[in-house]
């Protein structure tokens, strides 16, 4: 995956699709002729995702997520629907990913009766724009590019993400790192704190972040900073450009961040797990254990691109937060109703959390798959309000 550092859209040679899915487009043909990669609980630790996603499970069927009903009701028709367009997020349009995508719209075209196109980014602003102007159906966002979308439009709606290993949303979750060299870790060790190390001494540093639409390499982040500094920072947009760190770098994935931390250029860096941790030597342990500040990661052997070229670099974790799980989403104004219906039903199915090209069996190694075994049960429906805690950020 090389780090992508703009708007441009890559050209994509992909194998001859499935039956009932077109070719993965080129992202910028549809845009430039018809526009013209998960949320806060808590900054305090597991405590917090205890809480946090306990409330979303407790009353009535909240447990088991819920489809979305509010909003708009929508104007699409099932006769004058033709296809499915699928917006996918820079972190999972990788090369890597083609057969987990494809199996993808393979099953969403079986459930849904119709075409499905696949159309990968490699920015979170195409992906979001596609779906909040109805240019693409459905989109696959982290919880940011969500609530960006519906303050787009509010047409786009939550309807399903991926369970905790249990099956639930009460841990469906994953982690927002802030991350520095390993060999730099002790300017960051805190006797004070109750992990042993935090943020007290970025100020003035080279930062990378994903992207400004990212939960988990943006928002999140920003939010422990500000926490951390409630008396130099009063806004996110103060930490996207020069003044607070010295240089404001954006690597446009997760991946494109941690890299620019490996290669040197920056000295602090935030990304999540779920998106780099296949490229890594990952330690021994609980997820949650592995996650925590004082945990060092390094490049595995033969990992592929944009870690070919930090081959033996070593990070380490000086802050961590849980995130929720990102939302599959739809727009109501262009997908159905009973597609949409026909859809949640299928993709939560016990059939679609068997397949394995979907979910790979843990510590399978090149799938293709977009998601692990090792993460997740599957699909679970989602509601619009799971994901009020993105709101309440600042």
């Known amino acids: 995956m090389a780090v992508s550092r703009g708007n441009t859209i890559p050209s994509l040679d992909s194998a001859p699709a499935s039956p009932g899915i077109r070719k993965e487009t080129n992202a910028s043909k549809i845009i430039d002729s018809q526009l013209s990669r998960r949320s806060f609980l808590g900054l305090f630790g597991i405590g917090a995702v205890t809480a946090g996603l306990g409330l979303a499970g407790c009353g009535g069927d909240a447990d088991k997520g819920g489809a979305a009903t509010g ?17 996918w997020l820079p972190n999972e349009s990788a ?40 240019k693409a159906q459905m989109a696959n966002l ?15 709606h939550a309807l399903f993400t991926t369970s905790d290993t249990e099956g639930t949303l009460d841990g469906a979750k994953y982690y927002s790192r802030i991350a ?61 450009q020069p003044g607070f760190f010295s240089q404001v770098l954006f690597g446009n994935s997760h991946p494109g961040s941690c890299v620019n931390l490996l290669q040197g250029d920056a000295d602090v860096a935030a990304f999540d797990d779920i998106d ?9 342990g609980e997820r949650d254990a ?26 380490g974790i000086i802050q961590s937060t849980p995130v929720l799980n990102g939302p599959i989403v739809y727009n109501a104004d262009v997908l159905p109703e ?5 859809i949640l039903e299928g993709m939560t199915s016990t059939e679609v959390a068997d397949n394995e090209q979907l979910f790979a069996p843990e510590d399978a190694e ?29």
């Open 276 to 284: 780099v941790d296949m490229y890594l030597q990952v330690p021994e």
């Open 71 to 87: 909003g708009d009701s929508g104007s699409a028709s099932s006769d004058s629907l033709e296809k499915i367009t699928m917006v």
């Open 290 to 315: 592995v996650n925590q500040p004082g945990s060092v990661y390094g490049v595995a052997d033969g990992a592929a691109q944009p870690f070919d070229r930090v081959q033996g670099k070593e990070f």
């Open 142 to 156: 982290g919880a940011e590019g969500y609530i960006q979308a519906q303050e787009k439009s509010g047409n786009v």
């Open 366 to 394: 090149g799938t293709g798959a977009i998601w692990s075994r090792g993460d997740t049960a599957g699909f679970i429906a989602v509601d619009d309000e799971w994901y009020d805690p993105i709101r309440e950020l600042a």
């Open 95 to 134: 090369a890597e990913f083609d057969a987990g995508r494809e199996e993808f719209g393979r099953v969403l075209s079986e459930y849904a009766g119709i075409e499905v196109e696949l159309m990968t980014t490699t920015d979170y602003n195409v992906a979001i724009e596609a779906i909040a102007s109805g």
């Open 180 to 240: 520095v060299p390993a060999d730099q870790m002790s300017e960051y060790e805190d006797a004070e704190s109750s992990t042993g190390y935090s943020i007290k001494n970025i100020k003035g540093k080279r930062m990378s972040f994903v992207s400004q639409t990212s939960t988990s390499g943006f928002k999140v982040p920003c939010n422990a900073i500000m926490t951390e500094f409630p008396d130099e920072v009063a806004s996110t947009d103060e930490l996207a």
């Open 338 to 342: 009973d597609i949409k219906d026909r």
